[in-house]
Nanobody, 123 residues
Framework: QVQLVESGGGLVQAGDSLRLSCAAS????????MGWFRRAPGKEREFVAA????????DSADSVKGRFTISRDNAKNTVYLQMNSLKPEDTAVYYC????????????????WGQGTQVTVSS
């Protein structure tokens, strides 16, 4: 069973940057592709970014391309989401997720989820 704990959220102004971290335990981290998702008030949860097991492949939503970067450090069992040029519409609870995968595959479904960290961007 993999446990995921997010950190790094907070209240920032539009144009600021934040880096979210997600620490994993309870499994072999390098066996899992990792992802970030978010849920804004009154909206469905949406995909933000994902990264393959080795970090060689990434994917991100069009809404964050060029502003957010996902990365991982398998030695530290941690995945990151660097968020730059934040906008008020990025306000949401951000969730880290993990899913077993093969090679550079990024799965469609993630079996393990963190509790989330709040990001609020003021205008």
């Amino acid at each position: 069973q993999v446990q995921l704990v997010e950190s790094g959220g907070g209240l920032v102004q539009a144009g600021d940057s934040l880096r979210l971290s997600c620490a994993a335990s309870g499994g072999t981290f390098s066996n899992y592709a990792m992802g970030w998702f978010r849920r804004a008030p009154g909206k469905e949860r949406e995909f933000v970014a994902a990264i393959s097991r080795s970090g060689g492949r990434t994917d991100s939503a069009d809404s964050v391309k060029g502003r957010f970067t996902i990365s991982r450090d398998n030695a530290k069992n941690t995945v990151y989401l660097q968020m730059n040029s934040l906008k008020p519409e990025d306000t949401a609870v951000y969730y880290c997720a993990g899913g077993r995968s093969r090679g550079s595959e990024i799965p469609k479904d993630f079996a393990y989820w963190g509790q989330g960290t709040q990001v609020t961007v003021s205008s």
